[in-house]
């Protein structure tokens, strides 16, 4: 009951706050100052009964801006416990990222990657976003001994192309043998993406790493997608089927756990304190 009538009044303050203050009061007190109060047989009660009107009238609008007031007081109270909720919130997703990028280094020792005289690996993992109702990959981190490759763009990537899709959508996938090299053949390496992963000229072109060997497993938490595992390399025929296979389903299942965590920003973590701001302000307008 008091929550649903803050809301109200907070929904409609401005307009409540402009009819009380410039339109109610101005005309209260124009008529306590103008009328005669002379007192009368015949007007004392009606005067008296004027009178206790137009004050509690007053009461009432000093009553109003005092809850007003209140209002504001508790919003600013809210808005504070968001910020601070919100920075250790941030403070928490920073070390699970981080856990995530130890994640993709551990694997990499594990592969045995930076033993390598020219290092041409990297592993990726990609997470899934809603871009105006479509879902998109998006990436999360990567980790290659050889920094050319270790950068990771804001790009987002679509989930019918390419091989990640191809592990996403299939659960496993894996491409090696049959891709061209780029640096010798650039324009059947273009055609080989075109024709199996539906990729423009202009997108492969635009590939940071031209690599020869895909492995993408889809990351799963219970039944749900969280998104995609991929590694790479410039090798085509960098490890077997099996070893490559049983090493990302170990590393999927322990990076899904952590792309949960990430998820729950504001889906679950920081709700409580949401649901009380959004009860409180959501529909004040401008005010």
């Known amino acids: 009951m008091w929550t649903n009538l803050k809301n109200l009044i907070a929904k409609y303050n401005t307009f409540i706050s402009v009819f009380v203050n410039v339109i109610i009061q101005p005309a209260v007190l124009y008529s306590l100052n103008s009328r005669d109060w002379g007192v009368t047989n015949s007007n004392l009660v009606e005067n008296i009964k004027t009178y206790l009107f137009l004050y509690g009238i007053l009461i009432f609008i000093v009553v109003y801006n005092i809850f007003i007031l209140y209002l504001k007081m508790d919003f600013k109270q809210l808005s ?22 130890s994640s993709l280094v551990e694997f990499s020792k594990k592969m045995e990657l930076e033993k390598e005289d020219i290092q041409q690996d990297r ?15 998006f990436g999360l981190s ?72 895909y492995a993408s497993i889809s990351i799963k938490k219970g039944a749900e997608e969280k998104g995609v595992l991929v590694f790479e390399s410039l090798r085509s025929n960098r490890f077997d089927d099996s070893r490559i296979k049983t090493e990302l389903e170990y590393l999927a299942s322990k990076v899904g756990d952590l792309i949960e965590l990430l998820y729950m920003k504001e889906e679950r973590i920081s709700q409580p304190v949401m649901n009380d701001i959004n009860n409180l302000v959501k529909n004040r307008g401008s005010k």
């Open 80 to 101: 504070e416990q968001l910020a601070e909720t919100e920075t250790r919130l941030n403070s928490v997703l920073g070390q699970v990222q981080s856990c995530i990028y």
């Open 123 to 137: 592993i990726t993992v990609f997470g899934l976003r809603n871009v105006a109702g479509v879902k998109k990959f």
């Open 142 to 213: 990567r980790y290659s001994d050889n920094p050319n490759y270790r950068e990771l763009s804001n790009k987002e990537y679509d989930i019918q192309n390419g091989c990640m899709a191809r592990g996403y959508s299939n659960g496993w996938h894996i491409e090696k043998g049959n891709i061209p090299s780029y640096e010798e053949k650039p324009k059947e390496y273009e055609d080989y993406f075109r024709r199996q992963y539906g990729l423009s000229h202009s997108e492969v072109r635009n590939l940071s790493m031209k690599s020869r060997y």
